[in-house]
């Protein structure tokens, strides 16, 4: 059941039924044309207010239990009441009838019932157009909220590519400071390797020199 769609029913019903009430009284106080005008009103109205309360009915069936039987004793009072305008109505016709004459009341009714065929043919055109227009609007809702669900993926999406960067730039830096750090490092080796290379040779010639005086020392200590 569609709450808000059962409420617009109730408005509308309440509507009519508020223009209904005051036309008996207008019929009795009317003569001639003005008086048919008010009977043909009246029936118009009534059968709008008949399928309102069809389209509530309808819309009770799918309603909870509890609500379903306070709602339908509200829709049989309303089917009293109009029953009773209907009632007041015909008094009010019978009473300006007898002051016009007998003749005249055969001939309103006809036109009325003319009247009430193409009435109905149009209820029934503008509760369709209703349900449709009811059922374009919730289609609508769905699709906002549909794109706004999808905006909201969207710029978590952005957020979260956004953070992803941050932290490639963030390696990206930490690499190409390691890049420069490994450069240092091999400098530092290559010099480190070229010191131990001199201090080798150094160490090479140092043995080479004792070892030659150790020798002249030899040499002209028992041989001279």
């Given at each position: 059941m ?13 509507s ?13 106080r ?22 309102v309360?069809?389209?509530m009915d ?29 009632r ?5 016709d019978?009473?300006s ?18 009247q ?9 055109l ?14 609508i ?5 549909i ?9 978590d ?8 960067r ?13 890049g420069?750090n ?16 001199t ?9 080479i ?5 150790l ?9 001279r």
């Amino acid at each position: 059941m569609s709450s808000e769609e059962f409420e617009k029913l109730h408005e509308i019903y309440k509507s009519l039924f508020e223009e209904l009430k005051l036309l008996p009284e207008k019929a009795l106080r009317s003569q001639g044309e003005e008086r048919k005008r008010l009977v043909r009103t009246f029936d118009e109205r009534k059968g709008e207010a008949e399928e309102v309360l069809e389209g509530m009915d309808e819309e009770l069936r799918s309603a909870p239990s509890s609500y379903r039987n306070t709602m339908s004793t509200k829709l049989r009072m309303y089917h009293r009441d109009l029953g009773k305008l209907q009632r007041d109505m015909k008094t009010s016709d019978a009473g300006s009838s007898s002051q016009a004459g007998a003749g005249s009341h055969p001939a309103i009714y006809s036109s009325q019932n003319q009247q009430s065929t193409h009435v109905q043919s149009q209820r029934v055109l503008l509760l369709q157009g209703t349900d449709s227009l009811s059922n374009a609007s919730q289609s609508i809702e769905r699709t906002l909220r549909i794109a706004a669900e999808t905006d909201q993926v969207g710029t978590d999406i952005i957020e979260e590519l956004g953070g992803q960067r941050e932290q490639l730039d963030r390696a990206r830096n930490k690499l190409v400071d390691t890049g420069e750090n490994l450069s240092k490092s091999r400098k530092i080796l290559r010099a480190m390797s070229r010191r131990l290379m001199t201090n080798k040779l150094l160490l090479g010639v140092i043995i080479i020199m004792e070892l030659a005086i150790l020798a002249a020392v030899v040499y002209l200590k028992f041989f001279r």
